[in-house]
T-cell receptor, first 111, second 112 residues
Framework: EDQVTQSPEALRLQEGESSSLNCSYT??????LFWYRQDPGKGPEFLFT???AGEEKEKERLKATLTKKESFLHITAPKPEDSATYLC????????????FGPGTRLSVLP | DTAVSQTPKYLVTQMGNDKSIKCEQN?????MYWYKQDSKKFLKIMFS???????INETVPNRFSPKSPDKAHLNLHINSLELGDSAVYFC???????????FGDGTRLSIL
């Protein structure tokens, strides 16, 4: 069965304090790994897609990386507006028919 | 100019009732989805619908039925609502089944 776990469950950072979020996955036939951001009362907002080990994507203070078993979302010098829940999702299966979200990491950035 | 819109935003109803949630996307996408987010905030896919081909998640009770009048709309009808159906339901769409998904803001369903 395809599984996705994320750690830590919650993370509190001071503004400017860089850190990383982890997404570990066990799937059969990875088609893609997605990172989303979800604000309270809103739907997830797409951030990145990674398709193969070694791939990296960057957007402002965020950088996502992928290995064969996990992905990291690195946050450099975070600001309070980066506070949100960050969700990792994988698409797997021969036809990409399996789509599984992780439980998320709740990030709080304090001013 | 909302990309994926759901109505209603809140739905409070009694156990045993039948209700529908509507979803529309104006992105020209071919694939649409329904997700359930439970009280622990876990997002779980219920259905995906790609160019009139419905892929049903077998863990979803048959009280839940998606209906797609056209490519831009995917509605969710729920019969005989149960207490355990209380959750936030999200609609999403993507260009095709392997592209990133764009989500609506959810419908919060509460069963009394």
């Amino acid at each position: 069965e395809d599984q996705v776990t994320q750690s830590p469950e919650a993370l509190r950072l001071q503004e400017g304090e860089s850190s990383s979020l982890n997404c570990s996955y066990t799937v059969s036939g990875l088609r893609g790994l997605f990172w989303y951001r979800q604000d309270p009362g809103k739907g997830p907002e797409f951030l990145f897609t990674l398709y193969s080990a070694g791939e990296e994507k960057e957007k402002e203070r965020l950088k996502a990386t992928l290995t064969k078993k996990e992905s990291f979302l690195h946050i450099t010098a975070p600001k309070p507006e980066d506070s949100a829940t960050y969700l990792c999702a994988v698409q797997a299966g021969n036809y990409g028919q399996n789509f599984v979200f992780g439980p998320g990491t709740r990030l709080s950035v304090l001013p | 100019d909302t990309a994926v819109s759901q109505t209603p935003k809140y739905l409070v109803t009694q156990m045993g009732n039948d209700k529908s949630i509507k979803c529309e996307q104006n992105l020209g996408h071919d694939t649409m989805y329904w997700y359930k987010q439970d009280s622990k905030k876990f997002l779980k896919i219920m259905f995906s619908y790609n160019n009139k081909e419905l892929i049903i998640n077998e863990t979803v009770p048959n009280r839940f039925s998606p209906k797609s009048p056209d490519k831009a709309h995917l509605n969710l009808h729920i019969n005989s609502l149960e207490l355990g159906d209380s959750a936030v339901y999200f609609c999403a769409s993507s260009q095709d089944k392997e592209q990133p998904q764009h989500f609506g803001d959810g419908t919060r369903l509460s069963i009394l």
